[in-house]
């Protein structure tokens, strides 16, 4: 098996796990909704830190594997993010379209926020605007991926033949 075929393999198995995080955000804001109990909006929020920290964690794995290594400094997680959307010479091309890189960008914000507030500072209004947004995002990052591990199978194969 080629590094290629072992991060697609990693790539899909982490999509896997990102597509219960997103079930379980939606559930739970559906219930806020339903019930009014603010509380789900704690949850949702989580949920959404969690969506985007393993969208992170997958970034790190590409990083790591095909591009050298992470970039560096305290600004490192938006840097990483625009690696993804760019082509590294060379090496890869863009692991997911400049769209997504967009759709995304607002994940990793808030994931800050979520990390450095309060949960009753988070504003409901915002979570539920987050909310809306998570299945077009979630969408476009996972045709996005298994474009980008089928590249790399594909890439693999040309290798062993």
Do not use: C
Request: charged share 25%; hydrophobic share 40%.
């Amino acid at each position: 098996m080629s590094e290629g075929d072992a991060l697609a393999g990693r790539i899909r198995e982490a999509l896997a796990e990102v597509e219960q995080v997103v079930q379980r955000a939606v559930s739970l804001g559906d219930r806020a909704v339903a019930s009014g109990d603010t509380g789900y909006w704690d949850g949702v929020a989580l949920n959404l830190h969690g969506y985007y920290t393993a969208v992170d964690r997958i970034f790190e794995d590409i990083a790591r594997t095909l591009d050298g290594g992470l970039p560096s400094g305290p600004e490192w997680h938006q840097r990483l993010l625009l690696q993804m959307s760019s082509e590294v010479a060379g090496r890869r091309p863009p692991v997911i379209s400049r769209e997504t890189r967009h759709l995304l960008d607002q994940y990793r914000g808030f994931r800050h926020l979520v990390r450095n507030l309060y949960a009753s500072s988070l504003r409901p209004s915002r979570v539920s605007e987050l909310l809306s947004d998570l299945g077009p995002s979630f969408e476009s990052l996972k045709a996005d991926l298994f474009a980008f591990a089928a590249l790399l199978e594909e890439a693999g194969q040309r290798k062993l033949t």
